[in-house]
């Protein structure tokens, strides 16, 4: 017999995580909840005044908030082709058979990238993507690009670092769904044919499925937060090019102290999280 | 059965593998090329992480950048004993160890629970808690940060090992929900017709089993702990500083210390790599579980 | 309260007592005797001026027995960390004052006026004090809202005109530009050229951007951020001239100037890849030492060049204030140090540091103009000056915020200077709006 279980023992395993995490995780949200109903401006405390979803109207009148907005699913919807791109591309080199040290070497180095400390990928790529003295511009033969300081180029250079930083992630992913795959299966579909691509398509294919699911719905999260990178790459610049909504929140709450209004904008962002996980999870996970 | 290679016609045979071998030989020099290009892009950055570490200020930005030069440990000098790096490195161990902890003492007991009850509400709890893992830190941090003001809780250690929960207890229980779920019934059956308790049977008979599960979630708790940023920049001041504030603490407009901030970057990257790659089985493992559901 | 009241009572009987006794035989370590052992928390930047004091700092701590707790912060992020400290009753004993926050911490009474603590302490006021030694403008703007001090100019800048004497030299001008039409129309084409360029100013979108280069393009034109009754200026003609000038000027710029921060632009200069910047006093040791300049030997310093509404020179710097918050000890340790970091007898050596004093007094010696070139354009941009050159009220930092977004937009040419000045005026109009500005709630002061 599964599950059976008196209420007292479902709590008693149960309760303390819930309870941990609704103090940390929904407090919070509460107050900003209530912060958001209020003009509550940091450095103006001895004002606050409920001024009801006029925050609200005027986050969702706010083109720089929808502009931020599609701005992150922008990145979302270039970065992430290029990751599962080229994460199945090292995915099948990796499957190959043969070369068995340096294909364990190199599956280290996949782990690298994943684990760096976010904010440190940003102060790497302040420090190689300099126009005067960054590695990468000397090693396009000298070439003189303005990473930094363009709108277009610096979000391509966001672009780089994401990619650089999580296709790893996706290769390893795929490599497992990869592996996966019966042997004979796989074998005997080689000796009806020679394309990759139909064996990719017919044969690897229904495995990666779940692998790719996964990956979206953790890159879809992951850059929804997109904060650390940015803010010590670019800080949103030049102008707002790489202003995502993390950061633009941020900005909003922690350097013009206007806390209501941030609130506000958190709300929202939370509430198209959760419409996006919910359609995540429940189209793809429905065992649970 | 397909045709095998002895069924064919000898002569045909030996042409055959011949075209076949100068295939096989150029496609494993490809596969060659592209792991050892895979590499070099993966450990590049961290070369030049490190080496620029090593640079004086004048070295450091000498265009175009130079690759052979007199290395220096000055910086990490400065960046350890004058600026106090090394202490945001204690705080960081000390904040990450602590949550991971915690968030496997209650983590545990509920994917325990998630997997082996049956109860009402389980599918949306399940899915609350998963959730959390997918909200911006940036909408927790604000009310986060007044509430913790309000208890005067700024600045100290207990903050951020309780915030960092939110996105900790997500993935313990994402994972050991899962680990607990493939262990059969059977193998408790006898347990429990003796009389044991679920206590007794998670933590005799299942948690010993799920214990690849649990270092997976734990491992990867660690590394979200220690690589957070914008809770650490908000809540933190100097006494429970991370190190990854400290990194940007350097980020004066006035003058850019590119080799401190190097080496800095370095003291609080190569820990967390060594530790990711001695545990990379287990990290592999627990990236690739979604993808083998 | 009380308590409060029967202090400062006892304070100024005190105060009227001891008169000239105390006065005489003032020192500094008599005074901290009772502070001996006491920590006071301040912010400081990663600035030169702060490593002056930093350095010196070992004797005020033997005379004293007062500990200095340093937390040293970028400048993007020490506003955010003070304010945070100061809503969360912190530990921070001394407020670290940008002159454009000041209006912040004075109307949230963060911080104490001077003349309260001189009240309270009469024992710890250096007779000595003489705060009518401080430029009058700089004391005022730094330290000063609403006709009240509150702190004491510390870290001091104003803007100046850095060349390089070599490349102006090589293209046929014996000096700097007078006007910043000139600098634009004749000096921008004959220095702009090989990959070298006649100018540089730092934009980059956080603070550099309103202050550097915003602020710096509307006062030389005539043009404000606001008019008399706080409604948007920068529609008018003035402010749109200067704004423009800023567009015309930047084809004499290296590319990505946007993303320029001062850091950038003194390295551009100090490489010899530019021939000109606005920059802080600050810099000067930075591009006068042969260790971080390739054209030490070439740095000449003049005023900022005039526009059609005069020299309206780019102000800028920091007071340190005793903290609220602090308690009774902390108080009159803090007012020690202040004192005593900010004073006469000190600016000498806080000089020859690398800092910049706002002593009149320290400046009195000519032969200090042979040493520190800047001397003489520095004395001559502090005597006029714009104390709203960025608006010093409560709401500046919402509004330097706009001005750093669209200020930024318009240099990338997203949008036009029309477009972004009206962006801004609607936005800080209605920061100023629910800030009671309009409805006679609150006084207009900048």
């Known amino acids: 017999m599964r599950g059976q279980a008196s209420r007292k023992t479902i709590l008693a395993f149960i309760g303390p995580a819930v309870f941990g995490l609704a103090i940390v995780g929904i407090a919070p949200l509460l107050y900003a909840l209530w912060t958001s109903l209020h003009f509550f401006n940091l450095t103006k405390l001895r004002q606050i005044e409920f001024i009801g979803l006029e925050n609200y109207a005027n986050v969702l009148t706010d083109e720089v908030f929808w502009q931020a907005m599609g701005r992150t699913f922008f990145l979302l919807g270039t970065a992430l082709p290029l990751q599962i791109g080229f994460g199945l591309g090292i995915a099948l080199v990796l499957h190959k058979p043969g070369l068995t040290i340096l294909k364990t070497l190199t599956r280290l180095s996949l782990v690298l990238p994943m684990a760096t400390t976010y904010a440190v990928v940003g102060l790497l790529g302040q420090v190689m993507f300099n126009q005067k003295f960054g590695v990468v511009n000397q ?29 790893p992630f996706v290769a390893l992913v795929l490599l497992a769904g990869l592996t996966m795959v019966p042997g004979e299966v796989e074998e005997a579909a080689r000796l009806e044919t020679k394309s990759w691509w139909t064996i990719l398509r017919h044969v690897q294919l229904p495995f990666l499925i779940p692998g790719l699911v996964a990956v979206l719905i953790l890159r879809t999260a992951d850059t929804l937060k997109l904060f650390d990178m940015v803010f010590t790459l670019t800080r949103g610049g030049p102008g707002s090019s790489t202003e995502f ?15 209501g209004l941030a609130s506000a904008q958190a709300v929202i962002l939370l509430i198209i999280t959760i419409v996006l996980a919910q359609i995540y999870i429940r189209v793809f996970y429905k065992e649970v | 059965m397909a045709v095998t290679p002895s069924d064919a016609d000898p002569g045909v045979f030996t042409a055959a593998t011949g075209t076949k071998r100068r295939i096989a030989n150029r496609s494993v020099i490809w596969q060659v090329v592209l792991l050892l290009a895979i590499m070099l892009v993966c450990v590049f950055p961290f070369y030049w992480m490190v080496t620029t570490s090593l640079k004086t200020q004048i070295v ?25 790096v090394l202490r945001t490195l204690i705080n960081s161990l000390i904040i990450a160890v602590c949550t991971t902890g915690l968030a496997l003492l209650l983590g545990v007991p509920a994917a325990f629970a998630l997997a082996r009850f049956e109860f009402r509400g389980k599918k949306d709890l399940w899915f609350w808690f998963i959730t959390n893992r997918m909200v911006s830190p940036i909408v927790l941090a604000l009310p986060f940060f007044l509430i913790a003001r309000n208890l005067g809780l700024l600045d100290k250690h207990i903050t951020l090992i309780l915030i960092y ?12 929900t899962d680990q607990f779920r493939g262990i059969p019934y059977d193998l408790d059956e006898a347990a429990r017709l003796e009389g044991a308790s679920q206590f007794t049977i998670m933590r005799k008979i299942c948690l010993p089993l799920a214990m690849p599960g649990v270092a997976v979630s734990a491992i990867f708790a660690f590394i979200f702990s220690w690589n957070e940023l914008m809770f650490g920049l908000i809540l933190t001041r100097s006494e429970a500083k991370t190190a990854p504030a400290m990194a940007v603490s350097f980020m004066e407009g006035y003058n850019l210390p590119y080799g401190k901030i190097m080496a800095t970057s370095t003291l609080i990257v190569i820990p967390v790599l060594i530790f990711a790659l001695i545990a990379s089985k287990q990290l592999v493992r627990g990236l690739t579980m979604g993808a083998v559901k | 309260m009380k308590r409060r009241v029967l202090l400062s009572c006892a304070a100024t009987v005190a105060l009227i007592a ?46 004293t027995g007062i500990k200095v707790n340093i937390i040293k912060h970028p400048y993007e992020n020490a506003l955010g960390e003070q304010v945070r400290d100061f809503v969360a009753g912190g530990d921070l004993d001394i407020a670290l004052i940008d002159l454009v926050w000041i209006g912040n911490f004075a109307e949230n009474e963060w911080v104490v006026p001077i003349e309260q603590i001189q009240a309270d302490y009469p024992d710890l006021v250096d007779p000595d004090l003489d705060i009518d030694d401080f430029f ?10 609403n006709g009240t001090i509150y702190g004491l100019p510390f870290d001091n800048y104003s803007g100046l005109l850095f060349y390089n004497k070599c490349m102006l030299e090589e293209a046929g001008f014996d000096g700097p530009p007078e006007t910043w039409e000139e600098l634009k129309d004749t000096y921008g084409p004959a220095l702009t050229k090989d990959g070298k360029y006649a100018f540089a100013l ?51 710029m290296p590319e990505g100037i946007v993303a320029y921060d001062h850091a950038e632009a003194v390295n551009g200069f100090a490489q010899g890849d530019v021939a000109m910047i606005t920059e802080w006093s600050a810099f000067y040791s930075t591009v006068v030492s042969p260790d971080t300049s390739a054209v030490a030997d070439c740095v000449e310093i003049a005023p900022e060049p005039k526009g059609p509404a005069g020299r309206k020179p780019a102000l800028g710097g920091f007071s340190l ?26 600016a000498g050596e806080y000089l020859e540091r690398g800092g910049v004093p706002a002593r009149q007094s320290a400046y009195e010696d000519p032969a200090l103009a042979e040493t520190y070139k800047f001397v003489p354009a520095l004395v001559e941009s502090w005597q006029e000056g714009v104390p709203e050159f960025r608006p010093r009220f409560a709401e500046w930092p919402e509004i330097t915020e706009i001005v750093q977004e669209w200020g930024t937009k318009m240099m990338l040419g997203e949008v036009t200077t029309e477009e972004g000045a009206q962006e801004i005026g609607t936005r800080m109009e209605e920061v100023l709006e629910n800030a009671g500005y309009y409805s006679g709630d609150k006084t207009l002061a900048q």
């Open chain 1, 139 to 167: 090693l396009l033969n000298g070439a003189d690009i303005n990473w930094i300081g363009d709108p277009t180029n610096a979000f391509a250079m966001i672009i780089f670092w994401d990619v650089w930083q999580w296709t």
């Open chain 1, 245 to 259: 909504i993390s950061l633009m929140i941020q900005r909003v709450g922690f350097r013009g102290f206007d806390q």
């Open chain 2, 60 to 84: 450091a930005l000498e265009a175009p950048p130079v690759w052979i030069f007199e290395p220096t440990l000055d910086n990490y000098r400065e960046a350890l004993f004058e600026d106090g």
């Open chain 2, 165 to 176: 929960l939110t996105f900790n207890l997500p993935i313990v229980i994402w994972i050991v």
């Open chain 3, 18 to 63: 001891s008169g000239a006794v105390a006065q005489s035989d003032w020192s500094l370590e008599e005074a901290a005797k009772p502070y001996a052992g006491t920590t006071v928390d301040v912010v400081f930047l990663l600035r030169p001026g702060y490593e002056a004091i930093e350095a010196m700092l070992p004797e005020f701590e033997e005379r």
């Open chain 3, 136 to 145: 009058p403008l700089v004391l005022n703007a730094f330290g000063g809202w």
């Open chain 3, 202 to 252: 730092q934009s980059k979108r956080n603070e550099t951007q309103s202050a550097d280069s915003f602020a710096r393009v509307l006062w030389p034109f005539g043009g404000s951020f606001l008019d008399e009754e706080f409604r948007s200026n920068l529609m008018s003609e003035e402010s749109q001239a200067g704004l423009k000038f800023r567009q015309d000027l930047m084809q004499y």
């Open chain 3, 321 to 346: 204030a005793v903290a609220s918050q602090a308690d009774e000890d902390e108080k009159g340790a803090a007012w020690l140090f202040i004192q005593w970091a900010t004073s006469k007898e000190n």
